[in-house]
């Protein structure tokens, strides 16, 4: 796999830091770190990403809108949450879900399931 630009959409400080950790580890590069639902939706309309990572809960609100832009935009995206698959909204149940805590390999085996051929 290339090397892949990723925005990073989430709220807590140390989560954004460690996820930016793996992602370098791995041999990608993070475009952008949003931590609050406004600098999220503008980098989701705005930047240039090959795949998003989203935090489902944003400061206390769905990043349903995050999502949705980047769907329309063609960027292919993974919720992280730590309620798992079954805290999402139907009308996403086919996006692939990071579930927090997770490590290094969870991510790799995620990456390369969402873009392998890219």
């Known amino acids: 796999m290339r090397k892949l630009r990723v925005l990073v959409v989430e ?4 989560v954004a830091m460690l996820v930016e950790d793996l992602l ?4 990608h590069e993070v475009g952008a770190i949003a931590s609050r639902m406004e600098d999220a939706l503008a980098n989701a309309r705005t930047g240039q990403y090959d795949v998003a990572i989203i935090d489902l809960n944003l400061d206390g609100q769905p990043s349903y809108p995050v999502a949705d832009i980047l ?3 063609g960027v292919p995206f993974i919720f992280a ?4 698959a079954g805290g999402l909204d139907s009308k996403y149940s086919g996006v692939p879900v990071l579930t927090k805590p997770f490590v290094a390999d969870d991510l790799e085996k995620m990456l390369m399931q969402l873009c392998g051929s890219i």
């Open 11 to 14: 709220d807590e400080a140390l």
């Open 71 to 73: 769907s329309e935009r």
């Open 24 to 27: 370098s580890e791995l041999g």
């Open 81 to 84: 949450t730590g309620y798992g």
